[in-house]
């Protein structure tokens, strides 16, 4: 290994952004919008004044949050076509593929995460606005879908895009289910050409600049809704 | 029209509202006063359910609210409510205010909702203002918005809740003037107020509540008329709240 080869880096640059980044993004939108989801339900349980939905919803929290990322990945990852054969009544594992598995993990894991966000949300909004929505006739999932979830949602604008940020970072360890993403494909490269430094800082700033960016952008829609209000 | 049997509640071990028992009859105006902390809020809001209660039985249109196959949706639909702090919701515009309801609750096709909403809007001298956002508009003008958004659903029965209560002092009476109106035209009211000048001049009866118990519930004549024949609590409170008027 002689000095820094940029050539490397501009050799393999298509590979690394078509397949990897590609990938990387596709993976860190979707998980974002399906945690979104499954934590505003979440969310939703949690603030609910039953007693075993907000106990159900308390303890899949907490426990996501207690443990680490990379045993929940692998963990999903042996364990989701079995769960995937006994739902489809297929009476066997029913083999899933790199990405699903990777897909429904992160749903699950940064659930935990959204739900945390959207229950500050949702009790940002003064109670009377739910009041003034049942006072109205409209029921439960009216006066959510309606009144407090759009507010609730824009309140909390910046802190879903800061932790979408996160999961973009968090995406990179796919790399152990050998998936090509953006770290995964640098690390084929690595390997197979032994540009080890090269690679990884490469892999580093892009992360840096693309996080970095994000982060300038939430501050500056954050700017903006100040000023809105 | 709305008939409280008994009424009462408790927060965990205090309790908020003292067998209470009162009504509202059809194109009564019946105004509610009392001290801070005295439960009227919280009695006009167990009337539609917003708040609910142990003990007691409350009657509206002839359906028991506290029932347990009670449909509230439906009967809250059939009364309106207009809150201290106008409630208005701030993501929607004038008209998406007024028309949420009664497309959702009443089933009305988007345009007759519309054209509800500009009668009603058209009523509250706020026509101008269809297409606003309410942080846009002044407090009277929220509150104003607020009575509309009630009138829409074509209620039987209005509540108001301190409706003044939260509004810079020139902006009070174009408030009262809406429910004025508003009680002229017959409509059913329980307004929860310490405007003592519109008790006077549109209440039926005046409740007067303290800690939590129905202290008075007389004619608006007997009322303001006949001070020596009100309890020490009333007379307090009359003596301080019309000092000045």
Request: net charge neutral.
């Amino acid at each position: 290994m002689n000095g820094f080869d940029f050539d490397t880096i501009v050799r393999t640059a298509p590979y690394l952004f078509k397949v990897g980044l590609v990938f990387t993004l596709k993976l860190t939108f979707l998980s974002t919008v399906g945690a979104i989801v499954l934590g505003t339900l979440l969310a939703m349980m949690r603030l609910s004044s039953s007693r075993l939905l907000s106990g159900v919803a308390g303890t899949y929290v907490n426990l996501m949050r207690a443990l680490p990322l990379i045993l929940i990945i692998f963990w999903f990852y042996f364990l989701v076509p079995y769960i995937v054969g006994w739902v489809t009544q297929a009476g066997r594992p029913i083999a899933v593929g790199g990405f699903t598995s990777a897909l429904i993990t992160f749903v699950l894991f940064e659930a935990a995460y959204f739900c945390e966000i959207m229950r500050a949300g949702i009790q940002s909004i003064p109670s009377g606005q739910a009041g003034a929505g049942y006072a109205l006739g409209l029921n439960y999932w009216q006066v959510m879908g309606k009144i407090v979830l759009p507010q609730a949602f824009r309140n909390m604008t910046p802190l879903l895009l800061t932790q979408m940020i996160v999961v973009f970072q968090d995406t990179s360890l796919v790399y152990v289910l050998s998936l090509t993403d953006f770290l995964g494909a640098a690390n084929n490269v690595a390997q197979r050409d032994g540009r080890l430094v090269e690679m990884f800082v490469f892999v580093a700033v892009v992360y840096f600049i693309i996080s970095y960016t994000a982060s300038r952008l939430v501050k500056v829609v954050e700017q903006r809704m100040a000023i809105a209000r | 029209m709305i008939e409280f049997k008994n009424v009462s509640k408790w927060y965990g071990s205090f309790q908020v509202l003292n067998n209470c028992s009162t009504s509202v009859n059809k194109g009564e105006v019946v105004v509610v006063c009392g001290p801070s902390g005295s439960g009227k809020s919280t009695l006009i809001k167990t009337a539609n359910a917003l708040e609910p209660f142990q003990e007691g039985e409350i009657w509206v249109n002839g359906v028991s609210v506290g029932a347990r196959d009670t449909n509230l949706p439906k009967l809250r639909a059939q009364i309106g409510m207009v809150f201290q702090h106008f409630e208005l919701f701030p993501h929607l515009s004038v008209m998406r205010n007024l028309t949420l309801a009664q497309v959702k609750v009443l089933g009305r096709k988007e345009a007759e909702a519309q054209r509800r909403g500009r009668e009603l809007l058209e009523r509250v001298g706020l026509s101008a203002h269809v297409d606003k956002f309410p942080g846009q508009l002044s407090g009277g003008q929220q509150q104003r918005v607020a009575i509309a958004r009630a009138l829409a659903m074509d209620p039987v029965a209005m509540l108001f809740d301190e409706p003044t209560s939260a509004l810079d002092p020139e902006m009070v009476n174009e408030v009262l003037d809406v429910m004025v109106d508003l009680a002229s035209e017959g409509m059913t009211m329980m307004v929860v107020t310490h405007e003592m000048g519109f008790a006077r001049k549109v209440a039926d009866r005046v409740v007067f509540m303290d800690e939590g118990a129905i202290v008075e519930d007389c004619p608006k004549e007997e009322f303001f008329g006949n001070p020596e024949g009100r309890s020490e609590r009333a007379k307090q409170f009359l003596s301080k709240i019309l000092s000045h008027s």
